[in-house]
């Protein structure tokens, strides 16, 4: 007597997004978005498109953990960056918290490493890219960090010690106008005052230093504090 019952294109649905998130909790991240593209298939052209933005919002989450499993990282951040999109339309705040945190970290890794490799116009661009994602989720101190990156970035690529110094100050000024009490406010203020004057008064920057080493210390960064300990030894050595 229930020969004729079918299944909704709503439940449908519903079945193949639970899939999806039981693949994405074991990690399967390939079989997670197959299942969510298999739902944005069966609700294109339906009504509800909160539904299908929810289905996108998944099926490009996944995309990007996929792509960081295989060492995608730009592909990653875009893919997170189009989920975002959706979950922003949603008004989904925790899961746009997420995804907006995990593309900040990625654009920042991106980022350091192709300023390891000198192509510092292209850095500062990533440095950016990564500051808009940390202003996105809140995260004041490292959205601070990363314009100042991207300044510092833009001085590297200047052939003159005058265009240098004019990013280097903005720098200094980023920091010092958004004023906070916060240690590691404090140590990125002191930080890029001692990188902007260090060729001229060694000893005025070894000051900015140690008190930059002081607040890293306090708000336990590490691979900062390590950083600006060797740049100390170094600037002492010339004195």
């Known amino acids: 007597m229930f020969k004729g019952l079918r299944k909704s294109v709503t439940e449908k649905a519903n079945e193949q997004l639970g899939k999806a998130r039981l693949a994405a909790q074991r990690k399967q991240f390939k079989e997670a978005s197959s299942f969510a593209e298999q739902a944005i298939e069966i609700l294109k052209g339906e009504e509800d498109r909160r539904k299908l933005d929810l289905a996108r919002a998944l099926y490009y989450e996944y995309l990007g953990n996929l792509s960081i ?47 390891k490799e000198k192509k510092f116009v292209e850095a500062a661009s990533f440095f950016e890219r990564a500051a808009m994602s940390f202003q996105r989720i809140g995260n004041t101190a490292e959205e601070l960090d990363c314009k100042a990156k991207s300044y510092i970035s833009r001085a590297a690529a200047e052939k003159t010690i005058s265009g240098r110094k004019g990013f280097l100050k903005k720098a200094v000024e980023l920091i010092g106008e958004k004023g906070s009490d916060e240690p590691i406010i404090q140590a990125h203020l002191a930080y890029y005052n001692g990188l902007f004057i260090e060729d001229e008064k060694t000893e005025l920057a070894l000051k900015y230093y140690t008190v930059a080493l002081q607040n890293y210390q306090l708000s336990g960064a590490v691979g900062r504090v390590e950083e600006i300990k060797k740049k100390i030894n170094r600037l002492t050595k010339l004195l």
């Open 69 to 115: 499993k295989e060492n995608k990282a730009l592909e990653s951040a875009n893919y997170l960056g189009r989920s975002g999109g959706f979950y922003l339309r949603l008004s989904m705040d925790s899961e746009l918290q997420r995804v907006h945190e995990k593309q900040a970290k990625i654009l920042l890794v991106i980022a350091r490493q192709v300023m």
